[in-house]
């Protein structure tokens, strides 16, 4: 069955430091995701990606943050200099067409120190 | 704005009995509604989805939910509960035509042996 995955499965990485959350959706899915989720807590949605541009992101995804699709199978979340605050587990997901549902990968625990 | 509701934090009930974990949401069209389940340390797996059709829909490990327009609720449901359920709940929608998936904030369910 085609999966999400999601490297490295934890990064830790001090204040201040930029840090790259790599994915690999699902190969013939055209949406693209990144939500956090802190301390087994809600699911917070961060950034929605379609046709190589952001379609829609939240007020947590500020400038601080940028997603890239490198190459055909990459969908990668920079935190450019991270904070204390930013500690989460972090999930990526993609889903087919219209009415899919979306599936996610195992997530990334991110601790900044 | 689309937002979801859980209104349990918990819901705990004795292996063989049946359960209910509630969600109502919100959204300014017709909606996909969703339900997640997590494990611990774990991302997130797809339960069931309801896009359109039947108000009753059936999805993995004996789980259903039933869609209701009028009272805009998507409950989740088991017949007889598993220790095995215990984990983790989520109900997500998204608005037809939309980008993102919104999630609830989980409802914990506990089933006792």
């Known amino acids: 069955e085609p999966e999400v995955t999601q490297t490295p499965s934890h990064q830790v990485t001090q204040m201040g430091q930029e840090v790259i959350l790599r994915c690999v959706p699902i190969?013939?899915?055209?949406?693209f995701y990144w939500y956090r989720q802190i301390l087994g807590q809600k699911v917070e949605f961060l950034v929605s990606f379609y046709n190589n541009e952001i379609s829609e992101k939240s007020e947590i995804f500020d400038d601080q943050f940028s997603v890239e699709r490198p190459d055909g199978s990459n969908f990668t979340l920079k935190i450019r200099s991270t904070k204390l605050e930013d500690s989460a587990m972090y999930f990526c997901?993609?889903?087919?067409?219209?009415?899919?549902?979306?599936?996610f990968g195992q997530g990334t625990r991110l601790t900044v120190v | 704005a689309q937002s979801v509701a859980q209104p349990e934090d918990q819901v705990n009930v004795a292996e063989g009995n049946p359960l209910t974990v509630k969600c109502t949401y919100s959204v300014s069209g017709n909606p996909y509604l969703f339900w997640y389940v997590q494990y611990p340390n774990r991302g997130l797996q797809f339960l069931l989805k309801y896009i359109t059709g039947d108000n009753l829909v059936k999805g993995s490990y004996g789980f259903e939910a039933e869609f209701n327009k009028s009272q805009t609720s998507f409950h989740l449901k088991k017949p007889s509960a598993l220790v095995s359920d215990s984990a983790l709940y989520f109900c997500a929608v998204r608005e037809t035509g939309g980008f993102k998936t919104i999630f609830g904030a989980g409802t914990r369910l506990f089933v006792k042996a």
């Open positions: 997901a993609s889903r087919g067409p219209v009415g899919s549902e979306a599936f």
């Open positions: 190969s013939n899915h055209l949406y």
